[in-house]
């Protein structure tokens, strides 16, 4: 018998242990005025990011400049869809090109399956690794989407997905197209902070606790902590049309990349499973609309969220077969939210269609039909 190459295999749980996320990302920034944000003095924000914040030590600065970087997010990970969301909210399309890796991977990282040859079209590699190796050749950490990408030298600038997408929204204002939403509003940031801190701990993270937990211990904790951010989240919704309001925000498009994934991975896959989504009144109608808004809905591809969870988690699902449902359809059902007043965009618009070739494959998603 062949012995196994556990190296390529995932393997996502401790045993006997509680899940717990490595935070420590490359943390340069692009930004706008390098030396006032060098001076700016402000804390950077860790785990969620800082629209305020300054640079870590011993990070760099690097220059805003059209079309010198690349973003690249897989559709699957939640984290990678934040940014592919933001980007086509604010129009940077012109300013910040997409890579997209397939969604399953070995222990070496994400790779450009999906492009003609199996390469990125402008950064020629096959893997993510190598352009994280070009800049440091001997990384230690996971290769982790979603990465800003240097197309001059190839080497990953930053992987600090809690602030890249602010970055997008304070650093690369010239570049946002007429209409663009204000994710990031200056009277709300105190207020939506806290709200995104709790979002991103007990539900963008918490779901990752219940599934990658070593104990039923650890489990029993992450369930309850999850479910009581659930209805906290239930009862906000009621009464607001969005998180912080009656217009979207930068949290939003962080709540709604684990929403989108409940039903088909996170109930099941990781044992979340105290009820679907769907049998939350709020919460499901706000997921709904979001989905059903342009630059949220049509970012999602489902076939690959599913390949992603269900083949690459081999240690929570060793026979990788990824289950056909559920129906999807019911995300297009009218969803009522208007009733509480305002709109998503405010007095700005949605963006218009998706740019040529990063539309989503047809038969992946209920907003393309096979």
Not at 289 to 303: K, M, S
């Amino acid at each position: 018998m062949a012995e196994t190459d556990y190296s390529t295999r995932g393997a996502y749980v401790t045993g006997g242990a509680d899940f717990t996320r490595d935070t420590n990302y490359i943390e340069d920034r692009i930004v706008e005025d390098p030396d006032r944000v060098r001076s700016s003095g402000g804390p950077t924000g860790g785990s969620i990011g800082n629209p305020r914040g300054g640079l870590s030590e011993g990070a760099q600065a690097w220059p805003v400049e059209a079309g010198r970087y690349r973003l690249v997010a897989a559709r699957a990970c939640p984290w990678a869809n934040r940014a592919i969301i933001v980007r086509r909210l604010l129009g940077l399309e012109d300013a910040i090109s997409l890579g997209t890796p397939g969604p399953t991977h070995d222990a070496r990282s994400w790779t450009f399956d999906l492009d003609p040859g199996g390469r990125d079209p402008v950064l020629g590699t096959e893997r993510l690794q190598e352009n994280y190796f070009a800049r440091f050749p001997d990384y230690p950490r996971g290769i982790t989407v979603p990465a800003l990408v240097d197309t001059e030298t190839g080497g990953v600038v930053t992987n600090d997905y809690p602030q890249m997408t602010l970055d997008f929204s304070t650093e690369w204002g010239r570049f946002h197209r007429d209409g663009a939403p204000d994710l990031l509003p200056a009277g709300l940031l105190d207020e939506m902070q806290p709200v995104i801190k709790r979002v991103f701990t007990e539900v963008n993270n918490g779901v990752y606790r219940c599934g990658f937990a070593g104990s039923q211990e650890a489990y029993d904790e992450a369930y309850e902590r999850l479910w009581t951010a659930m209805d906290w989240l239930e009862e906000r919704l009621t009464t607001r049309r969005f998180l912080m309001g009656p217009t979207i925000t930068e949290a939003d498009v962080r709540l709604f990349t684990t929403l989108v994934r409940f039903d088909p991975v996170y109930h099941g896959h990781f044992k979340c499973n105290r009820n679907k989504l769907t049998e939350m009144p709020a919460l499901w109608a706000y997921a709904r609309e979001l989905f059903q808004t342009p630059g949220f809905g049509d970012t999602v591809d489902f076939e690959q969220i599913k390949a992603h969870y269900y083949v690459v988690h081999e240690d929570i699902n060793p026979t990788k077969i990824v289950p056909v449902g559920p129906d999807l359809a019911n995300w297009l059902e009218p969803h009522g939210r208007e009733a509480l007043g305002g709109s998503p965009f405010g007095d700005g618009t949605p963006p218009g269609p998706v740019r040529p070739g990063e539309e989503v494959q047809p038969g992946r998603s209920p907003l393309y039909p096979a």
